[in-house]
């Protein structure tokens, strides 16, 4: 149960309506989702909630495709526990054909890939123990190469889940790596932003 009920259209003051005529009209397909009016009892936080999306999520600053940025936005809502998210974008997801059904999954499947591994290398930062640096991980990792997503959307989307879980080796690392196949630090930067604005719906709709 919601800690608060949706604010529908009928209810909303006018300042807000104002707001969800937008979302209707340029990225909600003629409807106020309801993610949207479940953030309509605070008009200002709704504003830029929209705004952040529309910019970075929907529009883009020109750098990844959307393809990039909505595999993207499934992983953060992944490794961020929103599993309402993750449902609501998927469906978005498909029926405006960024990725299809199969890439979704891999990309969940990377996702989750990339959490083991930041276990792994956040313990040995926490640990403060010498013993452990030599020590291999040996963990099997076959889902960053063995999809269907291609090498430049599985780094963005470690990089991105790297960050999430606060992993400064691996969210190093893939940094590196990205940058030797061909992104560049504004593409980084980008998919960090798209992060960031989905980063804000999963922190409000998991306590939902």
């Given at each position: 149960m919601?800690?608060?009920?949706a604010?529908?259209?009928?209810?909303?003051?006018?300042?807000?309506?104002k707001i969800y005529d937008r979302i209707a009209q340029t990225i909600g397909n003629g409807e106020v989702p309801m993610a949207y009016q479940m953030m309509g009892h605070v008009?200002?936080?709704?504003?830029?909630?929209?705004?952040?999306?529309?910019?970075?999520?929907?529009?883009?600053?020109?750098?990844?495709?959307?393809?990039?940025?909505?595999?993207v936005v499934l992983a953060t809502s992944s490794a961020m526990n929103c599993a309402h998210c993750v449902?609501?974008?998927?469906?978005?997801?498909v029926a405006n054909e960024h990725l299809t059904e199969q890439e979704m999954v891999?990309?969940?499947?990377?996702?989750a890939t990339c959490a083991m591994y930041n276990t792994y290398y956040k313990f040995k930062d926490l640990a403060g123990d010498s013993h452990f640096e030599g020590m291999t991980p040996g963990l099997?990792?076959?889902?960053?190469?063995?999809t269907s997503l291609d090498d430049t959307t599985v780094e963005l989307i470690n990089i991105v889940v790297s960050n999430i879980n606060g992993c400064l080796k691996c969210t190093g690392g893939h940094v590196k790596k990205a940058l030797?196949?061909?992104?560049?630090?504004?593409?980084?930067?980008?998919?960090?932003?798209?992060?960031?604005?989905?980063?804000?719906?999963?922190?409000?709709?998991?306590?939902?």
């Amino acid at each position: 149960m919601p800690v608060t009920p949706a604010v529908t259209p009928d209810q909303a003051t006018q300042g807000v309506q104002k707001i969800y005529d937008r979302i209707a009209q340029t990225i909600g397909n003629g409807e106020v989702p309801m993610a949207y009016q479940m953030m309509g009892h605070v008009e200002s936080y709704l504003q830029d909630s929209y705004m952040n999306a529309r910019k970075f999520i929907y529009d883009g600053a020109g750098k990844l495709t959307a393809k990039n940025r909505f595999a993207v936005v499934l992983a953060t809502s992944s490794a961020m526990n929103c599993a309402h998210c993750v449902r609501s974008h998927a469906k978005k997801i498909v029926a405006n054909e960024h990725l299809t059904e199969q890439e979704m999954v891999e990309v969940l499947a990377v996702t989750a890939t990339c959490a083991m591994y930041n276990t792994y290398y956040k313990f040995k930062d926490l640990a403060g123990d010498s013993h452990f640096e030599g020590m291999t991980p040996g963990l099997r990792a076959h889902a960053f190469q063995k999809t269907s997503l291609d090498d430049t959307t599985v780094e963005l989307i470690n990089i991105v889940v790297s960050n999430i879980n606060g992993c400064l080796k691996c969210t190093g690392g893939h940094v590196k790596k990205a940058l030797a196949l061909g992104l560049t630090h504004e593409d980084i930067d980008e998919a960090i932003k798209v992060s960031a604005a989905v980063s804000s719906f999963n922190t409000y709709h998991r306590t939902q």
